[in-house]
């Protein structure tokens, strides 16, 4: 099915000029077209539209892996009470009893919070089988590092860093995108419900209003 999603500003990622109302076309998980809703719209007109507020971007790298997703818990909303609703790590994650399920479920709740935070892919080593099923089944991608990243452990990429800095890697140029051997690129990518760049690197990735993952969306604010 295609699909074309569109926003208020379209940011390539990479210093390109901003695109006002600018789309993408998504055949399956393949980016098939990038360009303005118009020029789109015109040349698929079958097409079914998504439109969403504020910035389309590229989906989000998260540094942080193994800190988020296997040295930490994130409760259950059930144990708020008890244990709050932020992750928890060093000692008081030591004193929680765990199993292999409970640490299964609480990376599978990470990530979901991740996607809700733009993010396709962390870097990082991840060996706990548990960890990596949940990142696996969830589609998120694991790019390497050479240590440990500056700066605070935090589920937004964008915390001190620029839109260049925090994206996996930037949306292809304008026009249509002919397949390659390997099926051409992803359809993955994220929307923001902020103005513009500089609003988005101030406000956070918080302002996650959908995630789009190998064309799937997993993850959409209610």
């Known amino acids: 099915m295609l699909t074309i999603h569109t926003a208020d500003l379209l940011l390539a990622g990479d210093g390109r000029p901003p695109l006002p109302g600018g789309a993408v076309l998504v055949d399956g998980r393949r980016l098939a077209a990038v360009g303005p809703y118009d020029v789109l719209a015109d040349a698929r007109p079958a097409a079914r539209t998504r439109r969403w507020p504020g910035v389309l971007t ?10 988020l997703l296997e040295q930490a818990y994130h409760p259950d909303p059930r144990e708020a009470d008890e244990l709050g609703s932020e992750p928890l790590t ?3 994650l030591a004193a929680l009893p765990m199993t ?9 709740r990470g990530v979901q919070r991740l996607l809700a935070h733009g993010v ?13 099923d949940a ?9 390497q590092r050479s240590g440990p ?11 001190g860093r620029s839109l260049a800095e925090a994206i996996l890697l930037p949306l292809p140029p304008e026009g ?3 397949p390659d051997a390997t099926g051409g690129a992803d359809a993955t990518f994220a929307v923001f419900d902020v103005p513009d760049e500089a609003a988005h690197v101030e406000r956070g990735a918080a302002t996650c209003v959908a995630t789009v993952l190998a064309g799937r969306l997993v993850h959409r604010r209610r």
């Open 149 to 159: 990243p500056a700066g605070p452990v935090t589920l937004d990429p964008l915390a």
């Open 176 to 178: 249509a995108l002919p």
């Open 120 to 132: 396709v892919a962390v870097a990082g080593d991840l060996w706990r089988p548990a960890v990596v």
């Open 90 to 92: 060093g000692e008081a």
């Open 135 to 143: 990142v696996h089944r969830a589609g998120l991608s694991v790019e």
């Open 100 to 108: 292999e399920a409970r640490r299964g479920a609480g990376a599978r």
């Open 58 to 67: 590229p989906g989000l790298l998260n540094p942080h892996g193994p800190e």
